[in-house]
């Protein structure tokens, strides 16, 4: 038996000013109102369809050489904006000791600027609702989605396009007159961007908010309802949620005897009360260990540098076939802040699959979290999930680079499946990428600590102490964030 320690608190508390308990009071029953009258979730699906027939966008592959606004550098292959703003797209070559394939170059964008990912929250008649946006990107394979209040890049807001100004963008650019509830700086796909980070905020106004075209307010319960349905919730959306200060401890206060043991573990891990197999000094130690010691060096170079890379008349591949393509695409859209513009994006070469395997140890839900070293991490390595692969990238390599525990998650029966649904990545720059998100409860054979002894870079993890992680910038990267907000979405019993 593996026993827990006692909880104890080694990351920084919330700034003063901020009442935590009030806060979370407001989270938990937020969380345990599935339906609103602002939008009854028997509307929802019709205003999502019917604001999807006035904003929709037409994407069309096009010539590299064909991008309108951007300039391919003769000397170096680099694809940047005209504007100097943006985004480029550039190599990078990487070496990761003891990975799968220890050296290796790539494509990757470099966006340096920080953009902002904010949800605006407000109580109506004592319950928290979200201010969400019905937001169509290029990408999405299903184009809309719901997306935070504000998601925009800095040469978004600041008109660097010439387009329409962001709705509601003043809450976030100075919240001094209001309460912040989160407010930190979250990486983006460390495999396709480099160093790549955006602010996400949660900010929390009493007075009047004039309800724009394509926005809606919703409870967190709905947001959970809607995040158990394929491609709704976008990948913005998801990280911003995963960084609520989320407490079991007011949820548990509903629970009833009899009732699922895997929510019951779930709320008891969202409660630091309960403990951890690992103190949250032990996890940092074990982090900045790896990060200390860690031999990964990821260098820029020129796009036209990289290796087993081809350029053709349409995109930048893999002599393979595999991993992705760098795309260019004509974009004509309706309900956006421009009408009409071309980029390049990344097109993955298959839907990866993304997921957690849990364990209840003690009655309390654990985690297993893997720390992974990525090209585009700002600090080495970042927690990510058990499993983050495209099956076929690994067909070309020897069977012992095929990653830990994804054969114990395809081959999970349903009974222990837990969550399982295809959600889209960032649409903005990569075109129709999406992942199939699980969470899977694990086999019980042998013990946490021998699961842990036989692979070195996974622990197991309980979610308060992701909640905590989640407060500070890059540990915890952005597929794990959607899947810390997949977990809470099953935390509240399900609707009737």
């Known amino acids: 038996m593996t026993h827990l320690s006692a909880p104890r608190r080694t990351v920084p508390a919330r700034p003063a000013g901020l009442d935590d308990r009030w806060i979370s009071e407001k989270i938990a029953r937020s969380v345990l109102t599935p339906d609103s009258p602002l939008m009854p979730m028997r509307d929802f699906h019709g205003w999502l369809a019917e604001f999807g027939n006035r904003s929709s966008t037409h994407v069309t592959r096009i010539p590299l050489n064909d991008l309108d ?9 680099n694809i940047g904006h005209d504007s100097g703003k943006f985004f480029t797209v550039e190599g ?95 990486s983006e796909q460390g495999s396709w961007f480099l160093r790549k980070h955006n602010r996400n905020m949660v900010v929390a106004v009493t007075d009047d908010v004039e309800l724009l075209d394509g926005f809606c307010w919703l409870t967190l319960g709905q947001l959970h309802r809607l995040l158990a349905l394929e491609n709704v919730v976008n990948m913005d959306a998801r990280t911003v949620l995963s960084c609520l200060p989320f407490d079991g401890a007011h949820l548990l206060q509903t629970m009833r005897p009899g009732g699922d043991p895997f929510r019951l573990a779930l709320a008891r891990s969202c409660a630091s009360a309960h403990g951890s197999v690992h103190s949250t000094g032990e996890l940092l130690r074990w982090i900045t260990d790896y990060r200390s010691n860690a031999d990964v060096t990821v260098s820029r170079i020129p796009l036209n540098r990289v290796e087993r890379w081809h350029r053709g008349e349409y995109s930048i591949a893999h002599d393979t076939g595999r991993f992705f393509e760098v795309i260019a695409v004509d974009i004509q859209a309706s309900g956006r802040e421009v009408r009409r513009w071309s980029q390049p994006m990344i097109e993955p070469s298959e839907n990866g699959i993304v997921a957690l395997l849990t364990r209840r140890i003690d009655g309390v839900l654990h985690v297993l979290l893997h720390l ?47 969550y399982d649904v295809t959600l889209s990545e960032e649409g903005g720059r990569f075109h129709h990428a999406a992942s199939r998100y699980l969470i899977v409860e694990a086999d019980e054979a042998g013990t946490a600590a021998e699961t842990e002894a036989e692979h070195p870079g996974f622990r197991w993890i309980a979610v308060h102490q992701l909640v905590d992680l989640l407060r500070h910038s890059h540990y915890v990267n952005i597929q794990a964030r959607s899947l810390v907000a997949c977990l809470h979405s099953l935390s509240a019993p399900p609707a009737a």
């Open 372 to 418: 992974r070293p990525e090209p585009g991490c700002r600090d080495t390595a970042e927690l990510a999930p058990t499993v983050d692969v495209a099956p076929t990238n690994y067909d070309a390599l020897p069977g012992q680079a095929r990653p830990p525990f994804l054969d114990a998650v395809l081959s999970a029966p349903p009974e222990r499946i837990r």
């Open 69 to 77: 606004g951007w300039h391919i550098d003769p000397l170096t292959g």
């Open 92 to 186: 990078v070559a990487a070496h990761v000791p003891g990975h799968a394939v220890p050296r290796w170059t790539q494509p990757i964008i470099i966006q340096a600027e920080i953009g902002i990912l904010g949800i605006l929250v407000k109580e109506f008649d004592g319950v928290l609702h979200c201010l969400m946006q019905a937001k169509v990107e290029p990408g999405n394979a299903n184009g809309l989605q719901i997306s935070p209040t504000v998601q925009a890049t800095r040469s978004n807001y600041e008109g660097v396009h010439r387009g329409r100004g962001v709705p509601y963008l003043e809450y976030f650019r100075d919240p001094s007159r209001h309460l912040l509830i989160t407010d930190v700086r979250q």
